[in-house]
C-alpha cells in the first residue's frame, strides 16, 4: 500500500469551540483527532489501525481513545471502515484546504477552498470562529474540516492542521516595562502579542517599530499571546522610511534581490549590436513621453505621415533579450510580478541596472527593443501591422507637460526649442485624436475619477497634496499603448496562439440593477438599460461636469469586475475591446515579459528560425491567476502606503475644516473623502448630536428622525477634523452643522 508523507500535527491542548453539538472542551481527544483526520486526508489510501499507531508515533496510552475515536468517527460517517480494522475519510468527513483571512477580532474566513473529496460547492467562504482558529494565522495555509452549514449558506469549520505558514516573522510596535517587552503586531490581523525573548539592546526604545520572528513551535494556553525574537530594530514609526518599511512587511513584499540575481544581472554585457535579426530603427525619431520623475523608460514612439494616413511605431524595452526563461533572474521577477510604486520610492521588478539602465529607451543611447509597426487610414482605421525586434536610439526625452505645452499651449519658447520635433508630435496628435474617436464610438467607458499626487519634502515627508494633471499628452501615450496591445492580442486571436491576454468580464446584472436602483433615488434619468459599456458612457456623459460626478463615477467602477489575466480570451468591456492583452510595459509587468516571448516564439517560427525548446513549468492559466494576484497586492499595498502619508499629513490639522464628499453611508458610521486633498476619512454616528439618524440602506443615506435632515451618498458636506489615529491610521471627522441645529 502507498501513502504519503503525512504532516505531523503538534498540539497541546487549547480552548473550547463554539460548537456545543459537535464539540465540547478541547480535549486530549482533540490533537489526536486533528492528527487521524490530517494524515488520512494527506494519504492516497485507507489506513490500517496498526499503520496509524506506527505513523503518528502513538503511544501506548493513547491506543484506547484512537480506538474509541475511531469507532466514534465512523458512526458519525467522518470515517469510513473500509475493510477490517481499515479507515479512510468517510462522505460526511467535510476535509478541505484553503487559505485563512483573519480579522482583527480573531475569528477569519477560508479563502481558496480546495478539497479532494467531493465537497459541496459552498456560496460563502467558511467561517472560523475564534476557538476554530486553534494556533493558526492570518494567511497561513490549512486543513479544515465543515461541521456545519448555517441557514444563510455559511459554512462553519474548525482548523485541523496548518499545511504552511504564511510568515515567519511580523512587523510591530514595542512596548517596554521593567525590562520586559511585548510586540503589538502592526497589522491587526493578527490578533495577538508577542513576548521577547532575551537581552534588550540598548538601543531599543519604547514605542520602536520592529521586526520579530514568531517562534511557531512554542504555543501557550492563551492564544493571545505568542513568543518571539528581535530580529531588526526599524525605529521611529513616525518617519516615512520606516513607514515603507512597516508596508512591505505587512503586504510580505519582496525587496531585496539574492545574491544569485544580483551576480547575474552584473555579469550582463552593456554592448549594443546591430544586426541578429533585428530592424534597425536608429534613424526612425523615437521619442519618450513619460512623467518628470520617471527613470524606467519602457516605451518610444514615432509617428510617420504616410499617402494614406499615419505609420505609428511603438518600440518597447527588449527585457526578454535579458531575463532568460528559467534563470533567477527570471524567477524573482515572476514572484514580483511587478514593480510597486510608493510616493518617492519604488520597489522594482527587475534590478536598478536593467530597470533604469540597460533596458531602459534612454535618450542618444542605443537600445534593444520589441517594436510594433502599424498603419493606419486618416480616421485612424487599423490597415496594416507587423512586429519585429529592433534596435532604437530614442532622440529625445519629452514630459508629458512639455508635449502639452508644444501641442495645446503653442507655448513660442518651448516650441522653438524643440523645432525639429514639432511636425512629427503634430502627426502624433493627430493620430493620437482619430484613435481617441473611434474608442469612444465603439462605447469604451471613459471613468473620471481624480488621482492624488503627494510631493515629499527634502526629510520624505509629504509637503502637499494635489490632484494629478491629465493632460492631452497622457492621452497621447495611452492611445498609442492601446492600440498596441490590441494589436498584439489580434494576433494571438488569429493564430491561436497560447498567450496571456488582458481580460475584463462583463459586469453581474445584479450589480447593475443595484446601481440603477440607486441612480433613481437620486432623481437620475437614466438612460434604457443596455448591458453594454456604451450603456455606461452614457450614463458617465449624463453626470459629467455635476456634483454626482465623483460619486457615480466611483458606484459605476464598483459595479465592474477585476481586469486580470487569462490564457482565455473573452475581450475587454470597459475598453469595449474584443482582443487586448499588455504588451508595453515589460520592465515593471511580468505578463508583458511573457508576452513578448509568446510573439518572438511565433515570428521566429514563421521564419522557421531554430528555436531552443524549454520544458513548461508553469501553464499560462496558473501564470493568469498568479501574475493577476500579484498585480491585486501591488494595488493594495500602494493604497496601503499613501493611506500611511495622508494620516500623517492630517496630523497637525486637527480642528481645521475641509469640503468634502459623502463617499458611503453604513448604519454606524459616514465615510468621507476631502474634495481637495483626496484625503477620506470616517465620521462616527455619536458626533450628530443634532439628531437621532436612521439608516436606510436602499437609498444609501442616513436620515434625522426629528428634523428630516439627511446625510446621502454624494452628498456635500462641511466637515472638521477631530483626532488622527497614527497607530491604526485612521482619519475621524465630524461634520460642521448651522448653529441653529446643533444642541
Known amino acids: 500500500m502507498q501513502r504519503k508523507k503525512h504532516f505531523r500535527h503538534k498540539k497541546k491542548g487549547r480552548h473550547s469551540s463554539g460548537n456545543k453539538q459537535n464539540r465540547k472542551n478541547f480535549s486530549k481527544e482533540d490533537p489526536l483527532k486533528q492528527q487521524l483526520l490530517t494524515l488520512l486526508y494527506t494519504s492516497d489510501n485507507p489506513i490500517k489501525t496498526e499503520h496509524i499507531i506506527k505513523d503518528l508515533d502513538l503511544p501506548l496510552s493513547t491506543r484506547k481513545p484512537l480506538h474509541n475515536l475511531l469507532t466514534r468517527l465512523t458512526h458519525e460517517k467522518i470515517l469510513q471502515q473500509t475493510d477490517r480494522d481499515t479507515y479512510g475519510p468517510g462522505p460526511k468527513n467535510g476535509l478541505a484546504q484553503g487559505t485563512i483571512d483573519q480579522n482583527a477580532k480573531g475569528f477569519g474566513f477560508v479563502t481558496g477552498l480546495t478539497s479532494k473529496f467531493n465537497l459541496p460547492k459552498y456560496s460563502r467562504d467558511p467561517f472560523l470562529s475564534p476557538n476554530n482558529m486553534h494556533s493558526a494565522h492570518h494567511g497561513d495555509k490549512v486543513l479544515i474540516r465543515v461541521f456545519k452549514v448555517s441557514r444563510d449558506g455559511r459554512p462553519e469549520a474548525e482548523v485541523v492542521a496548518i499545511l504552511g505558514r504564511s510568515r515567519e516573522q511580523l512587523a510591530g510596535f514595542v512596548a517596554i516595562k521593567n525590562k520586559q517587552a511585548i510586540v503589538y503586531p502592526e497589522d491587526t490581523r493578527y490578533p495577538f502579542t508577542i513576548r521577547l525573548?532575551?537581552?534588550?539592546?540598548?538601543?531599543?526604545?519604547?514605542?520602536?517599530?520592529?521586526?520579530?520572528?514568531?517562534?511557531?513551535?512554542?504555543?501557550?494556553?492563551?492564544?493571545?499571546?505568542?513568543?518571539?525574537?528581535?530580529?531588526?530594530?526599524?525605529?521611529?514609526?513616525?518617519?516615512?522610511?520606516?513607514?515603507?518599511?512597516?508596508?512591505?512587511?505587512?503586504?510580505?513584499?519582496?525587496?531585496?534581490?539574492?545574491?544569485?540575481?544580483?551576480?547575474?544581472?552584473?555579469?550582463i554585457s552593456d554592448k549594443i549590436t546591430p544586426g541578429r535579426g533585428r530592424l534597425d530603427l536608429r534613424e526612425i525619431q523615437h521619442v519618450t513621453i513619460d512623467g518628470e520623475t520617471a527613470k524606467d523608460f519602457d516605451d518610444a514612439i514615432a509617428v510617420q505621415k504616410t499617402r494614406n494616413g499615419y505609420r505609428l511605431y511603438v518600440s518597447i524595452a527588449d527585457v526578454s533579450h535579458y531575463v532568460q526563461p528559467g534563470s533567477a533572474l527570471d524567477s524573482e521577477a515572476y514572484e514580483r510580478g511587478t514593480s510597486i510604486y510608493f510616493p518617492g520610492h519604488v520597489i522594482p521588478m527587475l534590478p536598478e541596472r536593467l530597470s533604469n539602465g540597460l533596458c531602459s529607451l534612454l535618450p542618444n543611447e542605443d537600445r534593444y527593443a520589441f517594436?510594433?509597426?502599424?498603419?493606419?487610414?486618416?480616421?485612424?482605421?487599423?490597415?496594416?501591422?507587423?512586429?519585429?525586434?529592433?534596435?532604437?536610439?530614442?532622440?529625445?526625452?519629452?514630459?508629458?507637460?512639455?508635449?502639452?505645452?508644444?501641442?495645446?499651449?503653442?507655448?513660442?519658447?518651448?516650441?522653438?526649442?524643440?523645432?525639429?520635433?514639432?511636425?512629427?508630435?503634430?502627426?502624433?496628435?493627430?493620430?493620437?485624436?482619430?484613435?481617441?474617436?473611434?474608442?469612444?464610438?465603439?462605447?469604451?467607458?471613459?471613468?473620471?475619477?481624480?488621482?492624488?499626487?503627494?510631493?515629499?519634502?527634502?526629510?520624505?515627508?509629504?509637503?502637499?497634496?494635489?490632484?494629478?494633471?491629465?493632460?492631452?499628452?497622457?492621452?497621447?501615450?495611452?492611445?498609442?499603448?492601446?492600440?498596441?496591445?490590441?494589436?498584439?492580442?489580434?494576433?494571438?486571436?488569429?493564430?491561436?496562439?497560447?498567450?496571456?491576454?488582458?481580460?475584463?468580464?462583463?459586469?453581474?446584472?445584479?450589480?447593475?440593477?443595484?446601481?440603477?436602483?440607486?441612480?433613481?433615488?437620486?432623481?437620475?434619468?437614466?438612460?434604457?438599460?443596455?448591458?453594454?459599456?456604451?450603456?455606461?458612457?452614457?450614463?458617465?456623459?449624463?453626470?459629467k461636469g455635476s456634483p454626482k460626478e465623483y460619486v457615480i463615477n466611483n458606484l459605476l467602477l464598483r459595479t465592474m469586475q477585476q481586469a486580470r489575466y487569462d490564457g482565455k480570451n473573452?475581450?475587454?468591456?470597459?475598453?469595449?475591446?474584443?482582443?487586448?492583452?499588455?504588451?508595453?510595459?515589460?520592465?515593471?509587468?511580468?505578463?508583458?515579459?511573457?508576452?513578448?516571448?509568446?510573439?518572438?516564439?511565433?515570428?521566429?517560427?514563421?521564419?522557421?528560425?531554430?528555436?531552443?525548446?524549454?520544458?513548461?513549468?508553469?501553464?499560462?492559466?496558473?501564470?493568469?491567476?498568479?501574475?493577476?494576484?500579484?498585480?491585486?497586492?501591488?494595488?493594495?499595498?500602494?493604497?496601503?502606503?499613501?493611506?500611511?502619508?495622508?494620516?500623517?499629513?492630517?496630523?497637525?490639522?486637527?480642528?481645521?475644516?475641509?469640503?468634502?464628499?459623502?463617499?458611503?453611508?453604513?448604519?454606524?458610521?459616514?465615510?468621507?473623502?476631502?474634495?481637495?486633498?483626496?484625503?477620506?476619512?470616517?465620521?462616527?454616528?455619536?458626533?450628530?448630536?443634532?439628531?437621532?439618524?436612521?439608516?436606510?440602506?436602499?437609498?444609501?443615506?442616513?436620515?434625522?428622525?426629528?428634523?428630516?435632515?439627511?446625510?446621502?451618498?454624494?452628498?456635500?458636506?462641511?466637515?472638521?477634523?477631530?483626532?488622527?489615529?497614527?497607530?491604526?491610521?485612521?482619519?475621524?471627522?465630524?461634520?460642521?452643522?448651522?448653529?441653529?441645529?446643533?444642541?
Open 197 to 267: 525573548h532575551g537581552k534588550l539592546p540598548e538601543k531599543l526604545h519604547d514605542g520602536d517599530a520592529v521586526i520579530v520572528k514568531i517562534e511557531d513551535e512554542t504555543e501557550t494556553e492563551d492564544a493571545r499571546y505568542q513568543e518571539g525574537t528581535l530580529i531588526e530594530i526599524l525605529g521611529d514609526p513616525d518617519s516615512v522610511d520606516v513607514q515603507m518599511r512597516l508596508a512591505i512587511e505587512k503586504h510580505n513584499l519582496p525587496h531585496r534581490f539574492s545574491d544569485k540575481t544580483v551576480a547575474q544581472v552584473e555579469a
Open 371 to 543: 517594436t510594433a509597426i502599424l498603419d493606419f487610414d486618416r480616421q485612424g482605421h487599423l490597415l496594416k501591422k507587423e512586429f519585429s525586434k529592433s534596435i532604437i536610439c530614442s532622440r529625445q526625452r519629452f514630459t508629458y507637460t512639455t508635449v502639452r505645452q508644444i501641442l495645446i499651449d503653442h507655448d513660442l519658447e518651448v516650441r522653438r526649442k524643440y523645432k525639429p520635433f514639432l511636425t512629427p508630435l503634430k502627426w502624433a496628435g493627430e493620430l493620437a485624436t482619430e484613435l481617441m474617436h473611434l474608442r469612444e464610438q465603439r462605447g469604451s467607458i471613459g471613468f473620471t475619477i481624480p488621482e492624488p499626487f503627494m510631493k515629499l519634502d527634502d526629510q520624505g515627508k509629504i509637503a502637499s497634496i494635489s490632484r494629478t494633471e491629465r493632460n492631452f499628452a497622457h492621452k497621447l501615450i495611452e492611445e498609442f499603448m492601446l492600440a498596441a496591445n490590441e494589436a498584439v492580442a489580434e494576433l494571438f486571436t488569429e493564430h491561436h496562439l497560447k498567450g496571456l491576454y488582458r481580460i475584463h468580464e462583463r459586469p453581474s446584472p445584479e450589480k447593475i440593477q443595484e446601481f440603477v436602483e440607486f441612480g433613481h433615488s437620486l432623481g437620475l434619468d437614466l438612460p434604457p438599460l443596455r448591458h453594454d459599456p456604451d450603456w455606461f458612457g452614457q450614463v458617465l456623459g449624463m453626470v
Open 570 to 743: 473573452v475581450g475587454h468591456f470597459g475598453l469595449a475591446a474584443t482582443d487586448y492583452t499588455h504588451f508595453t510595459s515589460p520592465i515593471r509587468r511580468y505578463p508583458d515579459l511573457t508576452v513578448h516571448r509568446t510573439l518572438q516564439a511565433f515570428l521566429q517560427r514563421n521564419a522557421k528560425v531554430k528555436i531552443k525548446k524549454k520544458e513548461p513549468t508553469r501553464t499560462i492559466q496558473e501564470m493568469g491567476e498568479f501574475l493577476s494576484a500579484r498585480e491585486r497586492l501591488a494595488v493594495t499595498a500602494e493604497r496601503d502606503m499613501n493611506d500611511r502619508l495622508k494620516v500623517r499629513f492630517m496630523h497637525n490639522k486637527i480642528g481645521e475644516k475641509f469640503q468634502a464628499v459623502v463617499s458611503g453611508v453604513t448604519s454606524s458610521a459616514i465615510f468621507v473623502e476631502l474634495l481637495d486633498l483626496f484625503v477620506s476619512g470616517g465620521i462616527s454616528l455619536t458626533s450628530l448630536k443634532d439628531d437621532y439618524y436612521i439608516f436606510d440602506g436602499k437609498h444609501h443615506r442616513l436620515k434625522g428622525k426629528h428634523s428630516g435632515k439627511s446625510f446621502q451618498l454624494g452628498d456635500l458636506i462641511e466637515v472638521g477634523l477631530i483626532d488622527v489615529d497614527l497607530r491604526r491610521n485612521r482619519i475621524y471627522f465630524s461634520p460642521i452643522l448651522p448653529e441653529n441645529s446643533q444642541t
